[in-house]
């Protein structure tokens, strides 16, 4: 039976060492890949929730407000801003004038 020398055996241990170190290497890159995705996700993803409640709760706070003054009257009909500005300062001509 034929033995190695101890050159060629030192030559397979390194190998045997590089191929182990590899895999190695390889497992710790997906690992950190899969890590750095995850939390891109969670990063991303935290403030989405929050925004849309945000956003949904104003929308309905300025149509309630938006309603709440076609129902008591505070509503402008006039379908521009100086018009009531004029009536506010009186220089709106009356009937009786």
Known sequence: ML??????QHRLERRQEAIIEMKT???????MGNLIAVLSFIV???PLPLATIT????G???TGVAMGRVVLGHGDSAPCAA???TRIAGLQPTLQD
């Open 3 to 8: 033995t190695p020398s101890s050159n060629e």
């Open 25 to 31: 290497r390889g497992n710790v890159t997906t690992f």
């Open 44 to 46: 991303i993803g935290y």
């Open 55 to 58: 956003t949904m709760l104003l």
């Open 60 to 62: 309905w706070i300025v």
């Open 83 to 85: 018009s009531w500005r």
